[in-house]
């Protein structure tokens, strides 16, 4: 199947580790123009080089906290002056550390809402920008299948990655007529296979912090599949929706890519 990928401009946020680094080597097989945005900038070169290994026609690197709107701007800035626009723009950064809610403080809950939402806020706005005067563009966020049924230690986050799959649907209503289809996608449990896959600044620098190897056991058994993800799941549903080619008439849509963990009618 052709995505017709080859020459796109490709945003991914948080592309220096696990799934965003997937995605990342997922648009370079297809032979796209990608811009990494990431506040781990070593890891991220680290990335762009495999991609260019793998066929991207180009990579730009850009040093971005997406929490901060005017670095955000700056990126996008950065990707129109050397590309002359952005077609595909992947929210992939996400953060969270699993604690129960009463667990938890104000300046945690604090950060949570800004990497995982305020971060798409910006990154969207930034986005539509640039898509809106060209009539065309593909934005696919990725949320979790924490938002789609309430998950134990993951309240805030959960929450905010709820807000991103009602935020995103708002933006694809609003933004059809200009040719442009919003997208989500609900990764679960979704290991890296190797350590070199994880980035300085990742959440699984340290894997056993997040789930003990019997959780993590109890977790698989519970799946329908059977089977943790691996990011290639994840990007390989990340190129069907950014392609205008397979998926021209998707927008709006929330897709789990989570073993079948939630099932949502
Ligand atoms: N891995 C999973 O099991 C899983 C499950 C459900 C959802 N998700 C979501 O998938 C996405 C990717 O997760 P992952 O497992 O690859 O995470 P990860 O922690 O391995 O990678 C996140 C990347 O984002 C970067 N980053 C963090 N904060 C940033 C910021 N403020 N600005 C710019 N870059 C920043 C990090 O440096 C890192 O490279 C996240 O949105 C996450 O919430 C992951």
Not at 182 to 210: A, F, I, Q, Y
Request: glycine share 10%; charged share 20%; with cysteine.
């Amino acid at each position: 199947m052709d995505l017709q990928l080859a020459d796109k401009v490709v945003m991914v946020t948080g592309a220096a580790s696990n799934i965003g680094r997937a995605i990342t080597l997922g648009f370079a097989r297809e032979g796209a123009r990608i811009v990494l945005g990431d506040i781990d900038v070593p890891q991220a070169e680290t990335v762009a080089s495999q991609a260019m290994t793998l066929g991207a026609a180009s990579t730009e690197v850009v040093g971005c906290d997406v929490t901060r709107l005017d670095q955000v701007q700056a990126m996008f800035r950065r990707a129109v002056d050397r590309f002359g626009t952005v077609d595909v723009l992947v929210n992939n950064v996400g953060w969270d550390q699993l604690m129960f809610f009463t667990q938890t403080t104000p300046e945690f809950w604090e950060k949570i809402i800004q990497v995982n939402f305020v971060g798409v806020l910006n990154c969207t706005h930034a986005a539509l920008g640039v898509m809106a005067p060209k009539n065309r563009g593909a934005i696919v966020s990725i949320s979790s299948d924490a938002s789609r049924q309430g998950e134990p230690r993951e309240a805030v986050y959960g929450g905010m990655k709820a807000a991103i799959n009602s935020f995103m649907k708002t933006i694809a209503k609003e933004n059809g007529r200009n040719g442009i289809r919003c997208n989500v996608v609900c990764p679960g449990v979704t290991l890296p296979e190797d350590d070199e896959e994880v980035g300085t600044r990742s959440m699984w620098l340290n894997k056993d912090s997040m789930f003990t190897p019997e959780q993590l056991e109890k977790i698989t058994r519970a799946l329908p599949l059977k089977k943790v993800g691996r990011p290639r799941d994840i990007a390989n549903a990340v190129l069907f929706l950014a392609s205008d080619a397979v998926a021209g008439h998707v927008t709006g849509q929330v897709l789990s890519v989570s073993g079948g963990y939630s099932m949502v009618g």
